[in-house]
């Protein structure tokens, strides 16, 4: 399978639910401008009782302010090893995210990262995803490839980073099947005004603006779980011509050995524990080349 740094995707967004894509920003935090200065002003280096995490405040499933999310927790699991306390910079995951947060010293992690990922150092991968298929329980629409017929039918939603429907992995899957008239767009970025933008996406199911939305398996997982109404979430067989399968780490700044081999041992201890997280948040989970999960998650 290609890796993610291999395409032209803007993959690196949507796994990040919007991080380090093209937007206007300063980008309002609940009503505030989030402005660089203030978290400047602890550019003092991580403390050794403070595990110092980035993260965005309004992402669901991942992380929010209230650390509801399951980045959040695994969070908590890591400084709990480590004898240390969580300590947190909120920041939205836009353009700018890695350069204004981590590479700038104000924090020492980002919980979730792909694991071939440029702009940081990576722990070794803690969950493997890939996008699913979500539809109306009621409406039996259980699509499992991207050759299936029925996707030149119905209508189907997918994120989109700017106007490019080329700029994620079903966005390119479906034009290169000539699937396009069918197929409506929804920012990644979404109204942050509201809780968890990126979910619109699998609202738009629930409302029955779309017969079915292509999105990444955690979000969707999470998402569907939760919702008023019924959702089937079907992990896509990943096709040869695009990669659909990515594996999820955490970032540290670059050269910061002595932590990422810290994070690492922490994974393998806690591996059960990371599990039954991702299990909890209902994360569907492929296979990674340790044997870590041997099927996709299907309901």
Same mark, same amino acid.
């Given at each position: 399978?290609?890796?993610?740094?291999?395409?032209?995707?803007?993959?690196?967004?949507?796994?990040?639910?919007?991080?380090?894509?093209?937007?206007?920003?300063?980008?309002?935090?609940?009503?505030?401008?989030?402005?660089?200065?203030?978290?400047?002003?602890?550019?003092?280096?991580?403390?050794?009782?403070?595990?110092?995490?980035?993260?965005?405040?309004?992402?669901?499933?991942?992380?929010?302010?209230?650390?509801?999310?399951?980045?959040?927790?695994?969070?908590?699991?890591?400084?709990?090893?480590?004898?240390?306390?969580?300590?947190?910079?909120?920041?939205?995951?836009?353009?700018?995210?890695?350069?204004?947060?981590?590479?700038?010293?104000?924090?020492?992690?980002?919980?979730?990262?792909?694991?071939?990922?440029?702009?940081?150092?990576? *722990?070794?991968?803690?969950?493997?995803?890939?996008? %699913?298929? =979500?539809?109306?329980?009621?409406?039996?629409?259980?699509?499992?490839?991207?050759?299936?017929?029925?996707?030149?039918? =119905?209508?189907?939603?997918?994120?989109?980073?700017?106007?490019?429907?080329?700029?994620?992995?079903?966005? *390119?899957?479906?034009?290169?099947?000539?699937? %396009?008239?069918?197929?409506?767009?929804?920012?990644?970025?979404?109204?942050?005004?509201?809780?968890?933008?990126?979910?619109?996406?699998?609202?738009?199911?629930?409302?029955?603006?779309?017969?079915?939305?292509?999105?990444?398996?955690?979000?969707?997982?999470?998402?569907?779980? %939760?919702?008023?109404?019924?959702?089937?979430?079907?992990?896509?067989?990943?096709?040869?011509?695009?990669?659909?399968?990515?594996?999820?780490?955490?970032?540290?700044?670059?050269?910061?050995?002595?932590?990422?081999?810290?994070?690492?041992?922490?994974?393998?201890?806690?591996?059960?524990?990371?599990?039954?997280?991702?299990?909890?948040?209902?994360?569907?989970?492929?296979?990674?080349?340790?044997?870590?999960?041997?099927?996709?998650?299907?309901?």
């Amino acid at each position: 399978m290609s890796s993610a740094s291999s395409r032209p995707f803007a993959i690196v967004a949507v796994l990040l639910a919007g991080a380090l894509a093209v937007v206007v920003w300063p980008v309002l935090v609940r009503g505030r401008a989030a402005t660089a200065p203030q978290a400047a002003a602890d550019r003092d280096g991580g403390g050794a009782d403070r595990l110092r995490v980035c993260a965005d405040p309004n992402n669901l499933p991942f992380s929010n302010e209230r650390r509801e999310g399951f980045e959040n927790a695994l969070a908590d699991i890591v400084a709990r090893e480590l004898g240390r306390r969580v300590e947190y910079t909120w920041w939205p995951q836009r353009r700018g995210f890695i350069r204004t947060t981590l590479r700038a010293g104000v924090c020492d992690v980002v919980m979730g990262v792909p694991a071939e990922f440029e702009l940081a150092d990576t *722990t070794r991968p803690y969950y493997r995803s890939t996008y %699913v298929a =979500v539809a109306r329980r009621d409406r039996g629409l259980r699509i499992t490839s991207m050759d299936d017929p029925r996707l030149r039918t =119905v209508s189907i939603g997918i994120h989109l980073v700017g106007d490019d429907y080329a700029s994620v992995p079903p966005g *390119t899957a479906l034009g290169a099947r000539g699937i %396009v008239q069918n197929v409506r767009g929804y920012s990644i970025y979404g109204d942050y005004s509201k809780p968890n933008p990126p979910a619109d996406l699998i609202a738009a199911v629930t409302r029955g603006d779309v017969d079915v939305a292509i999105a990444w398996g955690p979000l969707a997982g999470y998402v569907a779980s %939760v919702s008023d109404v019924p959702l089937t979430v079907d992990p896509i067989a990943a096709p040869d011509d695009v990669p659909f399968e990515f594996s999820i780490a955490m970032g540290v700044r670059r050269g910061d050995h002595e932590l990422r081999q810290r994070l690492d041992e922490v994974l393998q201890r806690r591996r059960g524990e990371v599990e039954a997280l991702l299990e909890r948040y209902h994360v569907p989970r492929v296979a990674m080349a340790d044997g870590a999960r041997t099927r996709p998650e299907v309901w």
